[in-house]
Nanobody, 116 residues
Framework: QVQLVESGGGLVQPGGSLRLSCAASGSIFSVTTRAWYRQVPGKERELVALITRISSTRYADSVKGRFTISGDNAKNTVYLQMNSLKPEDTGVYYC??????????WGQGTQVTVSS
């Protein structure tokens, strides 16, 4: 089992920045992939960024060059640095951990609102 707690969301003006954090506890030694997803009402949850155990990263086209995913293994935390935010980045952001058995664990989500 893995328990995840996200933080760092909030209201920000277009062009601003936020850093999301996802702190993990539990059986994190078996995690292979950590990711951030976002969801807006009426739409499916979509992948924003992921980082593998060997630190390979992948980003949605819409956030490339603006968002950076990183992990701090000592703190068991994964981050999402979001710069040059746009209104279309608004949504609930969730972190996901996937272990070696292919099981996925989700956090409770944190709201990000980009608006003037």
């Amino acid at each position: 089992q893995v328990q995840l707690v996200e933080s760092g969301g909030g209201l920000v003006q277009p062009g601003g920045s936020l850093r999301l954090s996802c702190a993990a506890s539990g059986s994190i030694f078996s995690v292979t992939t950590r990711a951030w997803y976002r969801q807006v009402p009426g739409k499916e949850r979509e992948l924003v960024a992921l980082i593998t155990r060997i630190s390979s990263t992948r980003y949605a086209d819409s956030v490339k060059g603006r968002f950076t995913i990183s992990g701090d293994n000592a703190k068991n935390t994964v981050y999402l640095q979001m710069n040059s935010l746009k209104p279309e980045d608004t949504g609930v952001y969730y972190c996901l951990y996937i272990n070696t058995n292919g099981n996925g664990y989700w956090g409770q989500g944190t709201q990000v609102t980009v608006s003037s």
